[in-house]
T-cell receptor
Framework: DGGITQSPKYLFRKEGQNVTLSCEQN?????MYWYRQDPGQGLRLIYY???????QKGDIAEGYSVSREKKESFPLTVTSAQKNPTAFYLC???????????FGQGTRLTVV | AQKITQTQPGMFVQEKEAVTLDCTYD???????LFWYKQPSSGEMIFLIY??????QNATEGRYSLNFQKARKSANLVISASQLGDSAMYFC???????FGGGTSYGKLTFGQGTILTVHP
């Protein structure tokens, strides 16, 4: 089945550690996105990528990094510079034309 | 300034009745798209309905319809015949500059704060 797979579903991190969230899609979509969601809030854009080896900062990129070495994969690293990393992270993709974005199941990150 | 505003933090509706969830938006682009997503407690984002800025007809998808009033910059979601399974968070979102594809927004979506809908039996 085609779709977006995020792993892990739950992730715990100690303060000061970097952690990488995985996002893989087999939809052959060019564009991919990372969003952050805090409790009871909307989604905010962290990073996005239109094509392989290219990505752009979103509204809240500080403390995060990404790579896009393959079309199918868009991993997000939450670095120790991110002051409040505890949140729900959603990966999405869509074709370049104006269609809806498809979302993964999300990763819930907790800093302990 | 907020680009997407959802003024109803929570809404309650009786099963089998209709409910309207409000959404207003702000953009200077002539070409844009408006989306509604449903987020159950599991966290997944489920696409419901889309309206392009140049679409003359209001979008409909089954029990979902979008009341698009371009001059007022509103795109309210109407859910008819509510079901218990409709209880969830609902988000309005906008993609600027891409009603006909392309543009420079790279398909980025801007989301509102969401409305929690509770359907009572």
């Amino acid at each position: 089945d085609g779709g977006i797979t995020q792993s892990p579903k739950y992730l715990f991190r100690k303060e000061g550690q970097n952690v990488t969230l995985s996002c893989e899609q087999n939809l052959n979509h060019d564009a991919m996105y990372w969003y952050r969601q805090d409790p009871g809030q909307g989604l905010r854009l962290i990073y996005y990528s239109q094509i392989v080896n290219d990505f752009q900062k979103g509204d809240i990129a500080e403390g995060y990094s990404v790579s896009r070495e393959k079309k199918e994969s868009f991993p997000l690293t939450v670095t120790s510079a991110q002051k409040n990393p505890t949140a729900f992270y959603l990966c999405a993709s869509n074709p370049t034309v104006n269609t809806e974005a498809f979302f993964g199941q999300g990763t819930r990150l907790t800093v302990v | 300034a907020q680009k997407i505003t959802q003024t109803q933090p929570g809404m309650f509706v009786q099963e089998k009745e209709a409910v309207t969830l409000d959404c207003t938006y702000d953009t200077s682009d002539q070409s844009y798209g408006l989306f509604w997503y449903k987020q159950p407690s599991s966290g997944e984002m489920i696409f419901l309905i889309y309206q392009g800025s140049y679409d003359e007809q209001n979008a409909t998808e089954g029990r979902y319809s979008l009341n698009f009033q371009k001059a007022r910059k509103s795109a309210n979601l109407v859910i008819s015949a509510s079901q218990l399974g409709d209880s969830a968070m609902y988000f309005c979102a906008m993609r600027e500059g891409t009603a006909f594809g392309g543009g420079t927004s790279y398909g980025k979506l801007t989301f509102g704060q969401g409305t929690i809908l509770t359907v009572h039996p």
